[in-house]
């Protein structure tokens, strides 16, 4: 009977711990661009979240949204924002065992959303793609020398999707012959379902600033709520392309009704709400991590001086140093291997 007891023990013991065991997720971070090089001292934060991926980010740049020349690589962007910039940077997060997406933006000056850029006419069109082509190749023949584990091959660019569609599917293709790793594209919230190549990717990746509630500090239950409109479409879409969710961004401001248009970044919005960050958060967490068809995510949006940036006065998107750095630690522990 002592004997018997011992091992309903043991059982009982390995059987708990087995269920709570939760498989590894893409516990991401999107590695800010910055004037200079970086170093073992600014990934050492992005490790300490439990972090296993980190999104690196460098910039192509456009004069007006009518405008087809794609301006990147020289000498006048942030060290960062290059081809160069964006090497080292992988090569330093590498050294600390991190993945890598590697993910080429456009940048419109003034900053006038990426989703509007659409050309006057067909000339104008075919520069686009010419120019884009340059651009997105450069980054993939980088995403294969360094080996990264996915590449995003655009950012927001809906009328340049809708639009052109041809062109996505033979740029897709062109990709393929040069990076053997995983693709996704990154499509706005409310692009996502009108994104007509998803099967032909790897993961179905959307920026998730999805409204969720619209109260000035919504609670983690109404978060929950808010997500019911919007998870069934997500899940729909997983399933009928047969591919997993992956959220490309995801995060919120520390301000009052973060949760309520979550994209938006502007500055006359100051008023700091740092619960009302961490009950969004939470409820994101809550509603899609232990998700099956679900990949994961990457937090928008992480600077690489870990010791100068965020805070508890700080209104903009960044956890650093704020009470929702906490809790993302403890939620990406849940699923690193390293922790359980």
């Known amino acids: 009977m002592r004997y018997f007891s011992i091992s309903l023990l043991v059982i009982l013991l390995f059987g708990c711990a087995a269920a709570e065991y939760k498989p590894e997720k893409i516990n991401g971070v999107s590695f800010v661009a ?56 992988i090569e330093e997060l590498r050294k600390a065992n991190l993945k890598i997406m590697l993910k080429p933006q456009i940048w419109v000056w003034r900053g006038e959303f990426t989703g509007e850029i659409m050309m006057d006419s067909e000339e104008n069109w075919k520069k686009l793609e010419s120019s884009y082509t340059a651009f997105i190749m450069e980054y993939a023949t980088l995403a294969e020398e360094v080996k990264a584990e996915i590449l995003c091959i655009g950012t927001e660019l809906e009328l340049f999707v809708k639009f052109r ?31 007509p190549f998803w099967d032909q990717l790897d993961y179905i990746g959307i920026d998730a600033y999805f409204p969720i509630s619209n109260e000035k500090t919504p609670s983690i239950e109404s978060c929950i709520e808010g997500w019911k409109q919007h998870k069934p479409r997500i899940r729909q879409i ?20 973060s949760a309520e248009k979550p994209w938006v970044f502007d500055r006359s919005m100051t008023n700091v709400n740092l619960e009302a960050q961490n009950n969004a958060m939470q409820a994101l967490y809550m509603t899609f991590w232990d998700e099956d068809w679900f990949a994961g995510g990457f937090i928008w949006k992480w600077f690489h001086k870990h010791n100068e940036v965020g805070g508890a006065n700080n209104f903009m998107f960044t956890p650093q140093n704020k009470p929702v750095e906490q809790i993302i630690k403890n939620h990406y522990a849940e699923y690193h291997p390293l922790s359980n």
Do not use: C
């Open 34 to 89: 910055a004037r200079e090089a970086i170093d073992s001292t600014h990934v050492a934060p992005v490790v300490d979240i439990f972090s296993n991926y980190a999104a690196v980010m460098p910039f192509g740049f456009i004069r007006q949204l009518d405008n087809p020349d794609i301006i990147f690589n020289t000498d006048r962007q942030w060290f960062g924002e290059t081809k160069s910039g964006a090497r080292q940077y």
């Open 238 to 257: 997983s399933k009928e392309n047969n591919r997993p969710v992956l959220f490309t961004e995801y995060g919120y401001r520390s301000v009052d009704f």
């Open 165 to 195: 569609p041809e062109y996505w599917t033979e740029l897709i293709t062109k990709i393929r012959s040069v990076y053997k790793g995983k693709l996704t594209y990154a499509a706005n919230w409310d692009e996502f379902r009108r994104t």
